[in-house]
């Protein structure tokens, strides 16, 4: 009985022993279930020990009891399994300490993103290496997105695909070593790893996504491959330490900011292979002192340079390259270009005072956005040496009254949308084409005469211009756009004489007569669009716009100097004056070259007042302040000392030996100008004296 009794103990001792390793072998089974988000594997519970009678107790007591066997320890070198599974076709995961270990061949899954978490199955565990092992072809999208803790990773030649968001806010990854043979990296694939520093992208990668480094703060060099054709929006956006960049030559386009806000990329060499830059592309690059737009380059985009405020030095090498007004705003450059900026007879931006204004003679074409929202501008002169107008030029722009002159061959889309005040235009008979919805909501347009040599008038070309009346289609047009008058209520006589044209559908107002000669398309035209034919107009032809001379204006009986003509309201110069480009010099009797006295007059002999950047009579540009009050009958007057310059600029020192020099800060430090670099600060121009 006693022995019974003792062998019982030993049977139930040994299974109480047995149960918690049979637990354990569980836990690290090919489909255990994954650890909550804790780094170390839960312990078992604790197995209720047997209570055992006292008499057998006391038998157990006077015979020998058989231990169970020790389970060996793991050495502490090899580091326990946690959790393995499946992660693609052919493809499998291992988690060993803080390794994980991708193995197979194939693609890895692609896992969605989850709130920017990845829900791959090693979610929440605590990574510090992955090892990718060859064979393995893609990493899946968002396999290893928010891994914080990842420091290293090992990627084998055969991955030729990384996926998108792949390793994206891995905060702790400072380098990786992109696989030879790798093709693609997806958008945002390492967007905001906070510390990686370097990048060299092998010459095999084709495509590269965007966003693809966007935020990586630490990153300060990177080397594009040969075989990409373009770079994405934001691929390098906030790499606020990135110092140089590589821009291969076989890259055709340049995204929308790609490289927005690289704070400290000091120099870029955009390749003639480039057509077109993005908006904001490198906007807030302040250590970018110069740059070159090659000839290959046909669109800047609006604030592709802005904010880049240590850029003193532009090239634009063809006239050909349509520029935002945009593209260099709030840059040194552009600022001290004065009223017109103007790159190789290409007008880039109007940055002058309101009210009339007379483009010079050297601009060839007028770009985009010149006169964008420019409300206080109410009239302008297109000089004959203009070639053609560009899309959205004077978009939402003040204009009462416009004057193209002969030279002008096509007029851009949208060039004069919602300038809701243009009442009179003069087209020329040089435009061939005017563009679609080229004057859309001109409110105040009363009539329009569209010249012999016209062949194309675009889509919405007058569409909602209410008070239009009256207007006068040549016999040269071949196509009316679709809606090319619709919403013009106000729209009695539309005039067609023997015009031969295609047109598409329109919506023209029920007072509408299509007047015809008898020949081409009108009484066909008339009859689609629902409206009365007739022939024979009778109007009055409209006068043609011409522009206006400057103002002949007599001095006051025995005045010389600038003098106020109530007629004007305006100063005016009238002893020894000379013309300079786009503006007049004077100065009083006695006076020499660099006296204190000079004067200044736009174009058409109006008194100039405040800080001005002009051509001096060296050949070279300077600043100068010119007085803004009539004290004593010296407005306009050229001021020496220190003057307040109420600009940004502060206060500045203007030296009459010199012209102007020594422009200083805010609290009095000095500082000096370089007409030749347009830099403050520099010290290489004269302090005055």
């Known amino acids: 009985?006693?022995?019974?009794?003792?062998?019982?103990?030993?049977?139930?001792?040994?299974?109480?022993?047995?149960?918690?390793?049979?637990?354990?072998?569980?836990?690290?089974?090919?489909d255990a279930p994954l650890p909550a988000?804790?780094?170390?594997?839960?312990?078992?519970?604790?197995?209720?020990?047997?209570?055992?009678?006292?008499?057998?107790?006391?038998?157990?007591?006077?015979?020998?009891?058989?231990?169970?066997?020790?389970?060996?320890?793991p050495a502490e070198d090899e580091p326990m399994t946690i959790a393995s599974?499946?992660?693609?076709?052919?493809?499998?995961?291992?988690?060993?300490?803080?390794?994980?270990?991708?193995?197979?061949?194939?693609?890895?899954?692609?896992?969605?993103?989850?709130?920017?978490?990845?829900?791959?199955?090693?979610?929440?565990?605590?990574?510090?290496?992955?090892?990718?092992?060859?064979?393995?072809?893609?990493?899946?999208?968002?396999?290893?997105?928010?891994?914080?803790?990842?420091?290293?990773?090992?990627?084998?030649?055969?991955?030729?695909?990384?996926?998108?968001?792949?390793?994206?806010?891995?905060?702790?990854?400072?380098?990786?070593?992109?696989?030879?043979?790798?093709?693609?990296?997806?958008?945002?694939?390492?967007?905001?790893?906070?510390?990686?520093?370097?990048?060299?992208?092998?010459?095999?990668?084709?495509?590269?996504?965007?966003d693809a480094f966007a935020y990586c703060y630490a990153l300060a060099t990177a080397s594009l491959s040969s075989r990409v054709r373009s770079i994405p929006q934001r691929v390098f956006a906030k790499c606020r330490n990135l110092v140089s960049v590589t821009i291969p030559g076989t890259v055709?386009?340049?995204?929308?900011?790609?490289?927005?806000?690289?704070?400290?990329?000091?120099?870029?060499?955009?390749?003639?292979?480039?057509?077109?830059?993005?908006?904001?592309?490198?906007?807030?690059?302040?250590?970018?002192?110069?740059?070159?737009?090659?000839?290959?380059?046909?669109?800047?985009?609006?604030?592709?340079?802005a904010d880049c405020t240590s850029l003193s030095s532009v090239t634009i090498v063809s006239a050909s390259t349509a520029a935002e007004n945009t593209a260099f705003e709030n840059t040194p450059w552009r600022e001290s270009q004065g009223s017109f900026v103007i790159e190789n007879g290409y007008l880039v931006a109007?940055?002058?005072?309101?009210?009339?204004?007379?483009?010079?003679?050297?601009?060839?074409?007028?770009?985009?956005?010149?006169?964008?929202?420019?409300?206080?501008?109410?009239?302008?002169?297109?000089?004959?040496s203009v070639r053609r107008i560009d899309d959205r030029a004077f978009i939402s722009c003040g204009l009462q009254r416009v004057i193209i002159s002969s030279g002008v061959t096509a007029i851009g889309s949208e060039a004069f949308l919602s300038c809701a005040s243009l009442a009179r235009v003069t087209i020329p008979s040089t435009v061939t084409a005017i563009g679609d919805r080229a004057f859309f909501g001109c409110r105040a347009l009363e009539r329009v005469t569209i010249p012999e040599g016209v062949k194309t008038i675009g889509a919405g070309c007058f569409r909602a211009c209410?008070?239009?009346?009256?207007?006068?289609?040549?016999?040269?047009?071949?196509?009316?756009?679709?809606?090319?008058?619709?919403?013009?209520?106000?729209?009695?006589?539309?005039?067609?004489?023997?015009?031969?044209?295609?047109?598409?559908?329109?919506?023209?107002?029920?007072?509408?007569?299509?007047?015809?000669?008898?020949?081409?398309?009108?009484?066909q035209y008339a009859a689609d669009m629902g409206v009365r034919y007739a022939e024979g107009w009778s109007g009055e032809p409209e006068e043609p716009d011409v522009p206006d001379e400057p103002a002949e204006i007599q001095p006051p009986t025995g005045g010389?100097?600038?003098?106020?003509?109530?007629?004007?309201?305006?100063?005016?110069?009238?002893?020894?004056?000379?013309?300079k480009g786009d503006y007049w010099v004077g100065f009083a009797d006695g006076a020499s070259a660099w006296a204190n006295n000079w004067y200044y007059a736009d174009a058409t002999g109006k008194l100039l007042t405040g800080l001005q950047y002009l051509d001096d009579l060296k050949g070279g540009k300077a600043w100068y302040m010119l007085q803004t009050t009539d004290y004593h009958g010296e407005i306009g007057k050229m001021l020496t000392g220190w003057q307040w310059t109420y600009s940004?600029?502060?206060?500045?020192?203007?030296?009459?030996?010199?012209?102007?020099?020594?422009?200083?800060?805010?609290?009095?430090?000095?500082?000096?100008?370089?007409?030749?670099?347009?830099?403050?600060?520099?010290?290489?121009?004269?302090?005055?004296?």
């Open 1 to 30: 009985m006693k022995r019974w009794l003792s062998l019982m103990l030993i049977f139930i001792l040994a299974l109480g022993l047995c149960v918690p390793a049979l637990a354990a072998e569980e836990l690290t089974g090919p």
């Open 37 to 73: 988000e804790e780094e170390t594997v839960p312990e078992p519970p604790e197995e209720a020990v047997p209570e055992v009678p006292e008499a057998a107790a006391a038998e157990l007591s006077e015979e020998t009891v058989m231990e169970a066997p020790e389970e060996a320890a």
């Open 85 to 210: 599974g499946t992660c693609g076709a052919g493809v499998t995961w291992d988690l060993t300490g803080t390794t994980l270990t991708i193995s197979g061949s194939g693609e890895m899954r692609d896992y969605p993103a989850g709130d920017s978490v990845t829900t791959a199955p090693w979610s929440g565990l605590s990574i510090t290496t992955v090892v990718i092992n060859d064979g393995v072809t893609k990493i899946g999208s968002y396999a290893f997105t928010r891994c914080t803790r990842l420091s290293g990773v090992r990627i084998p030649s055969t991955v030729t695909n990384i996926g998108e968001g792949a390793f994206a806010q891995c905060r702790g990854l400072t380098s990786v070593s992109l696989p030879p043979n790798l093709q693609t990296i997806g958008a945002s694939a390492f967007m905001e790893c906070l510390t990686l520093r370097s990048i060299s992208i092998p010459n095999t990668v084709t495509s590269v996504g965007h």
């Open 252 to 305: 055709t386009s340049i995204g929308d900011s790609a490289f927005e806000g690289c704070e400290k990329l000091g120099s870029i060499t955009i390749p003639g292979t480039v057509t077109s830059i993005g908006a904001s592309a490198f906007r807030g690059c302040a250590s970018l002192r110069s740059v070159t737009i090659p000839a290959s380059v046909q669109t800047l985009g609006g604030y592709s340079f």
């Open 350 to 384: 109007y940055q002058g005072p309101g009210g009339s204004v007379t483009i010079p003679s050297t601009v060839t074409e007028i770009g985009g956005y010149a006169f964008a929202d420019r409300t206080d501008v109410t009239s302008v002169t297109v000089p004959s």
């Open 466 to 523: 209410v008070a239009l009346t009256t207007a006068i289609v040549p016999s040269t047009v071949t196509s009316i756009g679709e809606y090319a008058f619709a919403e013009c209520r106000g729209l009695e006589d539309l005039v067609i004489n023997g015009a031969v044209f295609t047109y598409g559908d329109d919506e023209l107002a029920n007072t509408v007569t299509v007047y015809g000669n008898g020949t081409g398309t009108a009484r």
């Open 560 to 579: 010389t100097g600038w003098r106020y003509v109530p007629e004007t309201g305006d100063y005016y110069y009238f002893k020894d004056y000379v013309r």
């Open 648 to 689: 940004d600029k502060g206060e500045g020192y203007f030296s009459p030996k010199y012209g102007s020099q020594g422009m200083c800060t805010w609290n009095q430090a000095w500082g000096s100008y370089n007409a030749s670099t347009g830099l403050w600060g520099d010290g290489l121009a004269h302090r005055g004296s």
